[in-house]
């Protein structure tokens, strides 16, 4: 089986067919998102396997992929970086659509309603996320201060 092949069996169709059934549940924040990840998945990746193939810890059969290459990696690698973002993104998110549904029970925050930061503030008892308000400070430790 050439790795085209195996890309679109595994990956490629599994995820086409996920982002058609989760059509109604994909934002353009949450596109965008994804979009992100891709590209740090592409340029994390891309060095560290253009390394292990250019030095020989794994190679590629050229009877299974197209002989395209960028670098030492061919093209189909560079796609599954892309494909297997997304696919892993829509389980993602598919999970967090069944598990948000009135019918199982369970309540959980959507991932894109968390707050994002957190401050430290000796004034206020220290970390809080935006919307915790003020902390009160804990038990104090005999002859210790708290940062100022």
């Known amino acids: ?3 085209a092949l195996f890309l679109l069996l595994f990956v490629i169709a599994p995820a086409a067919l996920l982002a058609f059934a989760l059509r109604r549940h994909l934002t353009r924040r949450y596109l965008a998102m994804i979009g992100l990840v891709i590209v740090i ?4 990746t891309t060095p560290w396997d253009n390394y292990l193939v250019a030095t020989g810890a794994w190679r590629y059969d050229p009877a299974l992929v197209a002989g395209i290459v960028a670098g030492w990696v061919p093209i189909e690698e560079y796609t599954f970086f ?4 997304v696919f892993t993104a ?9 598990v948000r549904s009135p019918k199982s029970g369970v309540r959980s925050p959507d991932p894109e309603q968390i707050p994002i930061g957190i401050t430290c503030s000796p004034q206020d008892g220290g970390l809080r996320t935006p919307d915790s308000g003020p902390r009160t400070p ?3 430790t005999p002859g210790l201060s708290p940062l100022e």
């Open 90 to 98: 829509l389980v993602l998110r598919g999970v967090t659509v069944i």
């Open 1 to 3: 089986m050439t790795y």
């Open 41 to 44: 998945a592409v340029a994390y």
């Open 82 to 85: 892309v494909v297997q973002v």
């Open 138 to 140: 804990g038990p104090q």
